[in-house]
């Protein structure tokens, strides 16, 4: 290690408090000692989470003073009256934590059974982080030795009482946010520049085409993405270039060229109807769009521009002369990518600036364009490896549009930085061939929403996805049903993600339950069923009142969602109004409803929309309609929505209304039925809904999810009422 930065000291008061660090090893004890003077302190151990060998150690050096603690054999109050001894002796008192069982990236070592033991107790506490880093891409976020930079931050004193523990972990995931957003890595980020390095070290690399199993070495793929900046150069003088491809390699070579080019690509939803895609052109200010003559003839229903503003990659790329490939590729082998990127003029910093655009889900001609700058979508990517760990050659089967965030970031960017090998196939939704390319080519991750996975396991065998390390399910919750199905069926643990076209790669993944750890009975969960898991390191989660943003709910509340970090964005494109609304400083609002539990595991509960409040409760329309589904005895591996609730206006506040595409007349007495199998299964009177509507289909969004704007209009024209 070479650096060491300590901050935060102004924060310390000058009366002794108790002191948790997220985690111990030597440096961080050494850092303390000197940050508050080494007799000042008394260090805190809990009898079965004791630290290393090299910790104890140094702790047994004259003068040190100490004592121990045991969680379940003590209560809170006697652990909280020998704390006050130590604090009223005039020492600071200092817990010190072993090394759990975690998955990798956890945001601290301590578990949730000893962060909790001051819990309604009269102590207040000051939380502690120490931020391991490394100058390395691939280890940028780590939590052991070695590392090149600790970061230890004194946090705000907090206080006494409810849910202290919780708050802890919200503080040093603030303290993570600010920290990683720090990073040498993302201040200086440069995208063209770390492609072209990363493409050089990873040559050997490849993209695998699905379609008909050609591959392509990442050598060969800079070749021709640098032929191809060339030509981008030529053709437009805009600032951005829409890409309208599916994954594959002429998708991968025009972002990575636009990239080298300086021009930001935009990668368009080519299932969009046609006022959407006019208005994301508008929004995002692109007049001219990469494409193939191939993939033109196969999406006949979209709303295709001019053909003298399509830019043909295939045909571009055919017209390359062999000469001219063997001069170039002689001359990328005598120059490094530094050379080449002063060949190309590109800037060596570009942290601030855009290097990609996604849209949000939008609802008939609406859609809010996100810029996505170089250090976001360089944090996306640091993130999600620090949790995943891939190596390079792993493969990732890359199925996912790059329209949407995992698709770029964890389809895209992530195996192109990290030198993963990319298996890729143009849509998702042909399950036997996705099958196939799973199990012949041993992928290690894949993603894809409920409704494919749920196609996908139709057609799979039980040795399909034997080599899957991490499959993750993204856009849509995570049925209970379709994770029971994956675990008995095939032995995979399905890792929720949680994701939002204003982030990065992922907010969140639900990871299984880690292995033990030596000398210690304690493990940190990286998720639980339900929910999307633990927050990426560098993501830190606020909640509040639904009504009311500038009310700060405790972390275990039911509220609305707020997060800030590096891999976050500051607003939406030519749309000030909903920037300014959905933006207080650096916290941005999510709109969805959710909570964190005392282990820093956060669950979504649905969208703000998507909640009622009915008899002075909060009532999620997703729970509500996932019981319904239950006592309707609907099928689960059907794939077309059988219902929907919706919640509107009545004379005495809220009322529930559904949507069956179940019923074909409804009579008088269904809502009563339903009413009554809904209180026979022991679930709340109040859920029943008030009136059941006959729709032949419930309207979705072009990305399968629920249309929730159609379905509320619908609903209020239906029965005489006006909107909200």
């Known amino acids: 290690m070479s650096n060491i930065i300590t901050e935060g000291q102004g924060n310390i008061p000058g009366q002794p408090v108790v002191m948790i660090p997220n985690r111990t090893d030597i440096n961080v004890v050494q850092a303390l000692e000197k940050a508050l003077g080494s007799n000042a302190i008394c260090w805190l151990i809990e009898a079965n989470h004791r630290p290393d060998a090299e910790v104890m150690n140094y702790l047994n050096k004259p003068g040190t003073r100490g004592m121990q603690c045991a969680v379940g054999r003590m209560t809170k109050e006697q652990i909280a009256n020998q704390i006050r001894q130590a604090l009223e002796y005039g020492l600071h008192v200092v817990l010190l934590s072993g090394r759990p069982g975690q998955q990798p990236a956890t945001i601290g070592d301590v578990p949730a059974e000893i962060l909790t033991m001051l819990d309604d107790t009269p102590l207040p506490a000051m939380p502690v982080y120490a931020g391991m880093y490394n100058n390395s891409y691939v280890e940028a976020i780590t939590t052991t030795a070695p590392y090149d930079t600790l970061h230890l931050q004194f946090m705000p004193l907090l206080k006494a009482g409810k849910a202290l523990g919780a708050r802890i972990i919200c503080a040093w ?45 990442y050598g060969k793929l800079l070749l021709l993405a640098l032929i191809f900046c060339r030509r981008i150069r030529k053709l437009t003088n805009n600032s951005r270039l829409g890409i309208i491809l599916p994954p594959g390699k002429l998708a991968t070579i025009a972002n990575v060229a636009c990239l080298l080019a300086g021009v930001t690509p935009v990668n368009i939803n080519y299932n969009a109807n ?94 809010k364009g996100v810029a996505h700058t170089h250090s976001m979508l360089l944090a996306g990517v640091l993130q999600m490896q620090s949790r995943l760990q891939l190596a390079p050659r792993e493969r990732i089967l890359c199925t996912a ?54 196609r996908l396991l139709s ?36 890792l ?14 639900c990871m299984p339950a880690p292995a033990a750890a030596p000398g210690t009975p304690y493990s940190i969960p990286g998720g639980k069923p339900g929910t999307v898991g633990a927050p990426l390191p560098g993501m830190a989660v606020r909640i509040t009142d639904t009504a009311k943003d500038d009310v700060v709910l405790p972390p275990s509340s039911l509220g609305c969602v707020w997060l800030q970090g ?58 509500v309609e996932d019981a319904l589904r239950t006592v309707l005895k609907t099928n689960p591996a059907d794939e077309r929505r059988p219902l929907a609730i919706v919640g509107v206006p009545g004379p005495h506040g809220e009322r529930l209304v559904m949507l069956s595409t179940l019923h074909k007349v409804v009579n008088a007495h269904d809502a009563l039925t339903v009413r009554y199998a809904l209180t026979n299964a022991h679930y709340p009177s109040f859920w029943a809904p008030e009136k059941i509507i006959a729709v032949p289909a419930i309207p979705t969004l072009p990305n399968g999810k629920l249309d929730y704007a159609r379905c509320y209009h619908g609903v209020c024209q239906a029965l005489g009422i006006y909107p909200k």
Not at 402 to 423: E, H, N, S, W
Not at 497 to 502: D, K, P, R
Request: net charge neutral.
């Open 459 to 494: 057609h799979a065998a039980p040795a399909t996805f034997a080599s899957t390390r991490y499959l993750l399910v993204s856009d849509e919750k995570l049925s209970a049903e379709l994770a029971r199905r994956a675990r008995a069926e095939f032995n995979l643990n399905l």
């Open 496 to 509: 929720e993600a949680y994701t939002l076209s204003e982030t990065a790669g992922a907010v969140a993944l």
């Open 274 to 367: 046609e006022a959407t895609f006019r208005n994301q052109c508008e929004r995002a200010c692109i007049t001219r769009f990469i494409t193939e003559q191939r993939f033109i003839l196969k999406q006949q229903q979209f709303a295709w521009p001019r053909q003298r503003d399509l830019v043909l990659i295939d045909r571009e790329l055919s017209n390359l002369s062999p000469t001219r490939l063997t001069a170039l590729r002689t001359l990328m082998q005598v120059l490094s990518p530094e050379r080449i990127a002063k060949w190309l003029q590109l800037p060596e910093e570009a942290a601030g600036e855009d290097a990609g655009v996604l849209f949000s889900n939008s609802i008939g001609d609406v859609a």
């Open 566 to 623: 590096p891999a976050v964005t500051t607003g939406y494109l030519s749309n000030k109004p909903d920037a300014a609304q959905c933006m207080r400083g650096k916290w941005f609002r999510t709109d969805d409803v959710g909570m964190l539990d005392a282990d820093g595991i956060l669950t979504i509960c649905g969208r703000r929309e998507r909640f009622s409040k009915i008899d002075g409760k909060m009532v999620s329309h997703i729970m």
């Open 401 to 454: 549009p790059l329209y949407t965030p995992i698709g770029l970031v964890g389809g895209l960017l992530l195996p192109l930085i990290c030198g993963c090998d990319m298996v890729t196939y143009p849509t998702p939704n042909t399950p036997k061939r996705i099958c196939q390319l799973a199990h012949n080519y041993g992928v290690a991750m894949a993603c894809f929403t409920p409704a494919q996975l749920q």
């Open 173 to 217: 995931a603030e303290a993570s946010a600010t920290q990683f957003a720090q990073h040498p890595l993302l201040k200086t980020a440069s995208l063209p520049q770390i492609l072209l390095r990363s493409l050089a070290e990873h040559q050997e690399s490849t993209i695998i085409d699905g379609v008909d199993d050609t591959q392509l070495s």
